[in-house]
């Protein structure tokens, strides 16, 4: 078992719908959880983190976390063809930095 | 520029051959991560540093790599005898120990194609 799966997608959703990207960790350590965003040929860029259980917003983000299940979301709102991209999710167990990331959900948004 | 900087960013090499990959972090950060991404997968840890001293290397990283961070500042990635199965991109990243735990900042990458 991988320790953080992702379906690798594509997903695909119209411009303006709502996208949903989902994640499991098999660590129940895991402290905190990333979202990613990577453009086809560029670096990882941080989107969102989350603590805590329940839902963060940031913009036309949200994240979600169960720990009970062990399980990480993200949903885009309102979603742009820029937003276009492999979206990483990552979990941290400890205060190192060390990230575990998932293989990435490919998001295709058509206009 | 003050992001983080990886030099080269494409290196084709033969088997066999030894390569040197550099990474200039964020100047006020202390700590370094090394990770490799291979097409289709999310980026792997490597190792990381706080300041000079490696902290962390990854159990899958074989006695053919070695990174360095002299006296904190950059840091270099080298792969001796390099096997075609050592071809992906490989990312540095920095972060200040204050900041939040996971928030890295990548380099553009050093891409690296073994023939």
């Known amino acids: 078992q991988k320790e953080v799966e992702q379906n690798s997608g594509p997903l695909s959703v119209p411009e303006g719908a709502i996208a949903s990207l989902n994640c499991t960790y098999s660590d129940r350590g895991s402290q905190s959880f990333f979202w990613y965003r990577q453009y086809s040929g560029k670096s990882p860029e941080l989107i969102m983190f989350i603590y805590s259980n329940g839902d963060k917003e940031d913009g036309r983000f949200t994240a979600q976390l169960n720990k009970a299940s062990q399980y990480v979301s993200l949903l885009i709102r309102d979603s742009q063809p820029s937003d276009s991209a492999t979206y990483l999710c990552?979990?941290?167990?400890?205060?190192?930095?060390?990230?575990?990331f998932g293989q990435g959900t490919t998001l295709q948004v058509k206009p | 520029d003050t992001g983080v900087s990886q030099d080269p960013r494409h290196k084709i090499t033969k088997r066999g051959q030894n390569v040197t990959f550099r990474c200039d972090p964020i100047s006020e950060h202390n700590r370094l991560y090394w990770y490799r991404q291979t097409l289709g997968q999310g980026p792997e840890f490597l190792t990381y540093?706080?300041?000079?001293?490696?902290?962390?290397k990854s159990r899958l990283l074989s006695d053919r790599f070695s990174a360095e961070r002299p006296k904190g500042s950059f840091s270099t990635l080298e792969i001796q005898r390099t096997e075609q199965g050592d071809s992906a991109m490989y990312l540095c990243a920095s972060i200040n120990r204050g900041l939040t735990p996971g928030e890295l900042f990548f380099g553009e990458g050093s891409r690296l194609t073994v023939l």
């Open positions: 540093f706080q300041n000079e001293a490696q902290l962390e």
């Open positions: 990552a979990v941290n167990n400890g205060n190192t930095g060390k990230l575990i």
